[in-house]
């Protein structure tokens, strides 16, 4: 079968950025022929795809298909069942886990992990106000919604300076102001060099670069 491919789908915004900077660099993300494993069962395989500076990739589809699988692989939490993949730069990853201390104020549970990444406070200011929950800093994660959980989890990506963004359905529980600001967001960081990689079941607000759209035949 001839492997999956992103289909192109020229990005507007992040178009001039990664012009300029792609051709100079190695990619930050490659794979090739790429296989997933779910339970001893091969849920996707024959995937490619290589991010350089500034470009974006989407993987769309139906429940099921294998887009959380191909996030948590390229993050490294899964084995590479087949192929090759070669991630050279740091990554952040939001998924449906909330991996934040509940007791704590929201600030301070973030600052645990900005310390872990190796980021500064005045980075997790600005991620903060970016998502718009500057005012909510003070408050016990228990105490947030699930949209105010979600935008917290992002303010980590942001906060991280991980060049590769790995976002599972990151537009999961927001309202319509929060995911304009995360379409802010993940524009700045295209312009800024870095790379996302997004699974989502509706549209995100950024045109990416390319789209690989998973629809079983590739299991
Ligand atoms: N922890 C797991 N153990 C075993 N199989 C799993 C596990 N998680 C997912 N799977 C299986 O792997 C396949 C792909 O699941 P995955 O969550 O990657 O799909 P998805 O495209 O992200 O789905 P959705 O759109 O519902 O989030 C499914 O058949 C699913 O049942």
């Known amino acids: 079968m001839t492997p999956p491919r992103p289909s192109d789908n020229a990005s507007a915004d992040a178009g001039a950025a990664a012009g300029a900077l792609r051709g100079a660099s190695t990619p930050l993300v ?18 490619a795809f ?7 990739l989407l993987f769309s589809g139906p429940n099921g298909v ?3 699988s191909l996030i948590r692989l390229i993050a490294g939490l899964l084995p590479v069942a087949s192929g090759t993949l070669n991630v050279n730069v740091p990554v952040a990853l939001s998924d449906e886990n909330l991996a934040l201390d509940t007791g704590l104020p929201l600030r301070d549970a973030l600052g645990f992990w900005t310390r872990i990444d ?26 947030l919604s699930t949209g105010q959980r979600k935008r917290a989890m992002l303010v980590r990506v942001l906060a991280s300076g991980a060049p590769l963004w790995l976002l599972d359905e990151p537009g999961n529980g ?17 312009a800024q060099g870095g ?4 699974a989502s079941h509706f549209p995100l607000p950024l045109a990416f670069t390319s789209t690989l759209s998973l629809d079983g035949a590739n299991a």
């Open 30 to 47: 490659e794979a090739h022929a790429l296989g997933c494993e779910r339970a001893g069962r091969l849920v996707v395989r024959g995937v």
């Open 50 to 56: 290589a991010l350089h500076p500034g470009e974006s």
């Open 66 to 68: 294998g887009k959380s």
């Open 118 to 143: 190796g980021a500064s406070d005045l980075r997790l200011r600005a991620a903060l106000e970016a998502l718009d929950l500057m005012p909510l800093a003070d408050i016990p994660v228990r105490m």
């Open 174 to 190: 927001l309202d319509g102001a929060s995911l304009d600001r995360l379409g802010g967001a993940m524009t700045q960081h295209l």
């Open 195 to 198: 790379a996302i990689i997004a």
